[in-house]
């Protein structure tokens, strides 16, 4: 169910160019990068893939074969094992929830707290650097809550960070400032956000998370309950996290540093 990868384009936008069906025989894809590539259903032969770096948002939800083992399911522990409380990210229970969101909001903490100054506007390549980060999951929390849970008609702050992709997709971006806010305008209105998914779980119950709700991205197919859109909001949140401590893992070993752990 999480929508969006590490920079924030949604997953089923994707440009496909027609390879469907291909078969490449002795090409070197050495160093190449690909994003927002249709890769179901790839076959690999007797091909080096030392160093080969996957990462994709849909992974828990499908299969990855590698010598003839799905390891989804030991990706999953070891992320789980990383991170402690994302096992309840799928949780089907209001006290799961709560537990679980209680855990990621105290990862978070951790992470801006630990992060100087000078680095929240930091990045590795196209990816998000921490302040954008944060801007992204207020707009997450407002599409999933403000908008899914609460149907509310324009649910979105005007310091939220869109998707990659969001304006050719037709989606309307006026309300969004152009400006780059402070980092303090930024910690100020996610911590609102933060403060309104606590509100929202204590208040949770059975009955509740059953409930349906429309797709607050207008996706046709798939009529969320109020239950799958905390789990969104969580799975955002757990992803995000773990994009961003790999990130800063990567920026503070190029200047030398030792206070921030990818790991932890």
Same mark, same amino acid.
């Given at each position: 169910?999480?929508?969006?990868?590490?920079?924030?384009?949604?997953?089923?936008?994707?440009?496909?160019?027609? +390879?469907?069906?291909?078969?490449?025989?002795?090409?070197?894809?050495?160093?190449?990068?690909?994003?927002?590539?249709?890769?179901?259903?790839?076959?690999?032969?007797?091909?080096?893939?030392?160093?080969?770096?996957?990462?994709?948002? !849909? =992974?828990?939800?499908?299969?990855?074969?590698?010598?003839?083992?799905?390891?989804?399911?030991?990706?999953?522990?070891?992320?789980?094992?990383?991170?402690?409380?994302?096992?309840?990210?799928?949780?089907?229970?209001?006290?799961?929830?709560? !537990?679980?969101?209680?855990?990621?909001?105290?990862?978070?903490?951790?992470?801006?707290?630990?992060?100087?100054?000078?680095?929240?506007?930091?990045?590795?390549?196209?990816?998000?650097?921490?302040?954008?980060?944060?801007?992204?999951?207020?707009?997450?929390?407002?599409?999933?809550?403000?908008?899914?849970?609460?149907?509310?008609?324009?649910?979105?702050?005007?310091?939220?960070?869109?998707?990659?992709?969001?304006?050719?997709?037709? +989606?309307?971006?006026?309300?969004?400032?152009?400006?780059?806010?402070?980092?303090?305008?930024?910690? /100020?209105?996610?911590?609102?956000?933060?403060?309104?998914?606590?509100?929202?779980?204590?208040?949770?119950?059975?009955?509740?998370?059953?409930?349906?709700?429309?797709?607050?991205?207008?996706?046709?197919?798939?009529?969320?309950?109020?239950?799958?859109?905390?789990?969104?909001? =969580?799975?955002?949140?757990?992803?995000?996290?773990?994009?961003?401590?790999?990130?800063?893992?990567?920026?503070?070993?190029?200047?030398?540093? /030792?206070?921030?752990?990818?790991?932890?």
């Amino acid at each position: 169910m999480t929508p969006h990868d590490q920079t924030g384009a949604m997953t089923t936008d994707r440009d496909e160019l027609g +390879f469907e069906g291909a078969s490449f025989t002795k090409t070197s894809f050495k160093g190449a990068t690909m994003r927002r590539c249709d890769l179901s259903g790839v076959t690999m032969r007797s091909v080096d893939v030392n160093g080969l770096d996957i990462d994709g948002p !849909d =992974l828990p939800f499908g299969s990855l074969i590698v010598c003839g083992i799905d390891v989804v399911p030991l990706v999953e522990a070891a992320l789980n094992e990383q991170f402690p409380g994302r096992e309840l990210q799928t949780s089907q229970t209001p006290e799961g929830l709560r !537990d679980g969101w209680v855990a990621v909001q105290a990862a978070w903490a951790t992470t801006v707290a630990d992060t100087p100054p000078e680095m929240v506007d930091a990045h590795v390549d196209d990816e998000w650097s921490l302040a954008q980060t944060l801007r992204h999951l207020v707009l997450a929390t407002d599409a999933w809550l403000g908008g899914g849970i609460m149907a509310i008609e324009q649910p979105f702050h005007e310091i939220g960070l869109i998707f990659t992709g969001a304006a050719e997709m037709g +989606f309307d971006l006026s309300v969004f400032r152009t400006d780059i806010p402070t980092f303090d305008e930024i910690l /100020e209105v996610r911590a609102g956000r933060q403060q309104m998914v606590t509100d929202a779980l204590a208040g949770a119950t059975p009955d509740l998370l059953a409930e349906e709700r429309d797709n607050p991205w207008g996706v046709e197919g798939w009529r969320p309950t109020v239950g799958d859109c905390l789990r969104v909001i =969580l799975e955002e949140e757990w992803a995000h996290l773990r994009y961003i401590r790999r990130d800063l893992g990567l920026l503070s070993a190029e200047r030398g540093d /030792e206070g921030i752990d990818s790991t932890t």
